[in-house]
């Protein structure tokens, strides 16, 4: 492999019947980043059926140009086809860097890609940027420059390492939802497009999709709010989330849960924070009758403020909780919810 | 029908969290368990050997202390155990890993292999997809639900928002999902048993078809260059008030904030 022969930042621009998922926005935002340190260009791969009208968004988000691969057998996700458009395209392009979301779409199809083009594979990065590889200099090693280092936390958030894929390409990483910041769009902006399509014949690897089942809307994704108020096992039952979303109203909040409310089957999973669920950062955090386990902190640490109401005193979630109120949410709450309606109303 | 289930002793990191006084993790005073979306793997395998009649065989790769958790998996109800270990396969990212993986798998017969969608120490969910594309045979990720229809299999596969009814032609390599069932407890004669039986052992030698370019830390692509324990950002305040006094206290700090 000539790593020099591999050049140019790269983004899977995923989309979802038809719409380019938020994630390809936040990834190009990202790509311009790494491309300016590398004195490159940003390129969007954007792969499905009918789908070349989208390509304009790429630009006015960040792409200098897009390949778009599309193909009647790509109309809606499917690893076998997927993988091998998008293979194909590091094999005819040879980017330096691949960055694929780390979404249920991501972490199937990036395993399967890298695999495929045997190169290395960083899996829910949060922080990537260019550096060396040693990060130090070490006798009798070369140290490598502009190589990309993938952050990315392991052990449930617990532990964070630093990784290169300093002897393959391109260099490849998923990346996590909700961290990478999107640019503000261009509008008007313009990408070279360049259609590519290296063929597809069925075989047993392309899966028949029987049926596509939706889940209800929700009408506000929890990780674009900006304030949450977030709801565990403590709070008792389904019903008693009504408190919740009185507070969540009154503050024009949303409600979120914590896994422990999915597995009840009080919420539904579009709503859960944390490793299995969504990685938020909202403005406010209100963590009420959570108890704080780390693969949940790990989804809302990040949080600018974090309120915490828990009975329980040692409760982990008072560990990351920036004001922590150890007493009855359901004494508190409602009268929380009458202070700031009272507040607010006052500051008008 | 034979099954292959790909199984991984991890630490707890769940409850059983321990951390030093600096916030470092203590892992030596962590337990280790079956990866609990692999557990469910051996679940959806025990049900279908249970419903349709199959040969379950659990592989692990790991120290030769990984031997646990394939008894543990027998004692369930799996039939056979495999461990690869060997010096030579340490420190192997995902990609030496799965190499490693399928060097096995290939010597074993299948017509379904399970995997857990993710290790709760690595997070990665890539080790599964990644045996499939080495063994050339189709990919069903985040099982929540599996059938089998003739010689085919009907699964569940789940999006953010969205699942898609996904039917494959057997082999097939599917991961799942820790929700896709309860999974059942041993049995003191499961247990017995267990101890009775015969485990495999496999090293690099016995891997079939892989390069020694592909394994371990050496044939490992991604490397890493720093790690280290993530130090928490500090617990704030803590307050023990009644009622009327912790409502107070919020407002006041959400004035402060400029949040209202």
Known sequence: MNLEEYKGVYVFAQQVDNEISSIAFELLGKAKDLAKDLSTDVTAVLIGSGVKDLADQLAEYGADKVIVVDDPELKDYRTEPYAHALSSVINQYKPEIMLVGATAIGRDLGPRVSARVATGLTADCTVLEIGDFPLQAVPGQEQLHNQLLMTRPAFGGNTIATIACPYNRPQMATVRAGVMQKIAPIKGAKAVVEEFNPGFTPDNKYVEILDIVKSVAETVDIMDAKILVSGGRGVGSPENFKILEDLAEVLGGTVSCSRAVVDSGWKPKDLQVGQTGKTVRPNVYFAIGISGAIQHVAGMEESDIIVAINKDADAPIFDVADYGVVGDLNKIVPKLTEALKAEIAASK | MKIV????????????????PDGTLDRGAMLTIM????????????RLKDQYGAEVTVVTMGLPKAEEVLREAMAMGADKGVLVTDRVLGGADTWATSTTLAGAIRNLEYDLIITGRQAIDGDTAQVGPQIS??????????????????????????????????????????????????PRYMTPGGIFDAYKQEITVWGRADLKDVDDANLGLKGSPTKIAKASDKVRKGAGEKVTLDPDESVSYIVDKLKVKHVI
């Open chain 2, 5 to 20: 289930v790909c199984i991984k002793q991890v630490p707890d990191t769940k409850g059983g969290v321990k951390f030093n």
């Open chain 2, 35 to 46: 990866n609990p979306d692999d557990k469910a793997g051996l679940e959806a395998a025990l």
């Open chain 2, 133 to 182: 594309e080495h063994l050339d045979i189709p990919v069903i990720s985040y099982a929540q639900d599996i059938k089998i229809e003739g010689d085919s299999v009907v699964v569940e596969r789940q999006y953010e928002d969205r699942y898609h009814v996904v039917k494959a032609k057997m082999p097939c390599l599917i991961t799942a999902l820790s929700e896709l069932n309860e």
